[in-house]
């Protein structure tokens, strides 16, 4: 009851009164995880990192496979600047929980510090797909990050999946213009030869046709390549401008 009041609090971010909860809990049971780990976040967001770290690590003690604790303990030292001790509780925390989207920010950040940009990309895009329906900061819950830099971090996801998109759009609307030349060319051979009486009417037209369908075919298909990356562009356009509210 006690942990269930914190923590109703701690959502509402009244972390002041969070903490008195979790420490009723705890006078009642000392080893409680969530009381551990819910006066660990009170005290975090209040700025009592010590505190908060202390928590995280009873909650530890109290149960070795504490995910949760793990992914508050990893999120804190990604705070703390303790880069390569926050990757490895954050991958134990996604090890066991890969749904963990905080964790996955977290571990997402401390790449981008570390200058690991693709990883820290590739990461994010996964965190997306867990929350296909919101994008924002609201999709994670309470998060130690501010807002705009979780909003920049999935901005720089988004456009580095339409580069990639439009990079594989470009090759194809090149192979469809290399089989357009390459079937023109073979028309005009055609039509040489039937000047040249090499190819009857009969057999050039038979011929003739059949190239004819091949290149409107590949024109088709050049034609939606050319639409979906319009499209695309569009829709890029839009979610920068909403993310960036």
Request: glycine share 4%; net charge positive; no cysteine.
């Amino acid at each position: 009851l006690f942990t269930n009041k914190g923590n109703a609090f701690l959502r509402e971010q009244n972390f002041h009164k969070a903490l008195k909860w979790f420490e009723l809990a705890l006078k009642k049971n000392p080893n409680h995880g969530g009381a551990l780990r819910g006066k660990g976040l009170a005290s975090l967001y209040l700025g009592k990192m010590k505190d908060a770290m202390k928590k995280f690590d009873e909650a530890l003690m109290s149960d070795k496979n504490d995910e949760m604790a793990m992914s508050n303990k990893g999120t804190l030292l990604s705070m703390m600047n303790k880069n390569k001790e926050a990757i490895f509780y954050l991958n134990e925390a996604i090890k066991r929980d890969p749904t963990d989207v905080s964790a996955m920010i977290a571990k997402a950040i401390v790449l981008e510090k570390l200058k690991q940009d693709n990883d820290s990309l590739k990461i994010l895009e996964n965190a997306e797909k867990i929350e296909p329906e919101n994008k924002g900061a609201a999709a994670f819950g309470l998060t130690v990050f501010p807002k705009s830099v979780i909003l920049e971090l999935l901005k720089r996801a988004n456009e580095a999946r339409q580069r990639r998109k439009r990079k594989k759009l470009d090759k194809a609307k090149g192979m469809a213009d290399e089989e357009i030349n390459k079937l023109r060319a073979l028309r005009q051979a055609l039509v040489e030869k039937n000047l040249a009486g090499i190819y009857s009417d009969e057999i050039f037209k038979e011929q003739n046709v059949t190239i004819e369908k091949k290149i409107i075919a590949a024109q088709a298909a050049k034609n939606d390549v050319v639409v979906d990356r319009y499209n695309m562009e569009e829709i890029v356009a839009f979610v920068k401008e909403k993310l960036s509210d």
